[in-house]
């Protein structure tokens, strides 16, 4: 099923990743600017708008070290000011277009979106203001003050979650000094350090045209989409492409680890364990992605919660998942259990993901797998800012087209013993971390 065919189906692309495969249809070839900018388009007139989105090779892991959270604050700042507009002006100005415009980050990218009707008169303006944000904010020092109150504000809220202590703990104990070890939303020491100067400094380095991508879905042709993109892109200096990510094997190498456990006051303890495990364009993502379905993934029918939940009622939440990143994001089991029940939860959890790498999945457990990913997958997308954010993935991890026609079949092409294969070689109990976040510090 091909792009056009999926839209014109109103069906859904799936933000996962992206298999290997031959280039896509002429009408879909990205093309790249002057400037370096790589552009995405999908021509689309179902409805009278236009969706635009660029991303950009800034997340969490570009921070220095001694500045974590300056990735996230450069990028939510962007429309708090520019040239002789305040943020007010921004929002008002927006708003009398009927635009949405949205922000955000991960440890990979920082991204800034809008959504505006198609209608000239509406769009023109809009898209203007858009490149004069990504292009020229003035980053008040006011703007700055107040978002470091409210950052600061929501760490020390976040010490209260147990399940925000877990995640923030499992990333660093996981990827000790290697970039992805910080968190998003930054650390108290960073955001305090942070000058204006900081993000004048950040967004002249990595908000450039070597490190941009730019997806466009909607309602405007392919001339007019090559015009827009020289409009919101085209005119950023070109600058230089963001350089490669350390190796995460060379900075997370394979050991045993110990568990990390953190007392906290909460009735229900809290547990993450994982390791490393795959990237964007991994060549075992499939058998794992369906084997995982199989393990954690699938919510009810899953073995894990099968096992934990159905069996023993150790746990209302028990999940497994693989985040694939740039470099090879983290294999997570994540469970809830009472803090009387941790010890016996995480033991069911580890011998369930110990004979799920030795014997893979039934083939009824395959089937049943294999038909929901299926059968689920063209509901995945159901708008044009789903499918910006689809290419904007595609986009900037630099993957195939391809990924629309080849998903059903490579999902109904991975046998067990490719499951096994892939698990048997990739997850190492031994080797995982576990992080424990409960009432008594069990």
Known sequence: MSIKSLLAAGGALLLLAVAPGAGAPPKNEPWTLANGARIYFVENHDLPMLVVQAAFDAGSARDPDNRNGLSTMTNSLLNDGSGNLDADAIAARLEGLGAEYGAGSDRDMASVSLRVLSDRARRDPALELFAQLIRTPSYPASALERDRGRALLGLKQAKQSPGDVVNKAFFAQLYEKHPYARPTE????????????????????????????????????????????????????????????????????????????????????????????????????????????????????????????????????????????????????????????????????????????????????????????????????????????YLTVIGFYQLPLTYLDDFIPRVEAVTAEQIRDAFRRRIHLPHMVTVIVGGSGH
């Open 186 to 389: 930054g650390s108290e020491q960073g955001i305090q350090a942070l000058t204006r100067a900081d993000l004048v400094a950040f967004h002249q380095r990595y908000y450039v045209g070597r490190n941009a991508v730019l997806a466009l879905i909607g309602d405007v042709s392919r001339s007019e989409a090559r015009r827009i993109a020289e409009q919101v892109v085209g005119t950023l200096p070109a600058g230089e492409a963001a350089p490669p990510l350390p190796k995460v094997e060379d900075l997370v190498p394979h050991k045993a680890r110990a568990e990390r456990v953190i007392a906290h006051p909460s009735t229900q303890t809290h547990i993450m364990m994982g390791e490393a495990g795959m990237s964007r364009n991994d060549p075992d993502y499939f058998p794992l992605f369906v084997g995982n379905y199989v393990l954690g993934g699938g919510g009810f029918v899953s073995r894990l919660t099968e096992e934990i939940r159905t069996k023993r009622g150790l746990s209302y939440s028990v999940y497994s998942y693989f985040y694939p990143l740039r470099e090879p994001g983290p294999f997570i089991i994540g469970l809830q259990t009472a803090n009387s029940q941790t010890k016996q939860a995480l033991t069911v959890a580890r011998r369930v993901l110990t004979d799920f790498t030795e014997h893979g999945p039934t083939e009824a457990e395959l089937i049943a797998a294999k038909k929901n990913l299926t059968g689920g997958f063209p509901l995945r997308i159901d708008s044009s800012r789903k499918i910006a954010e």
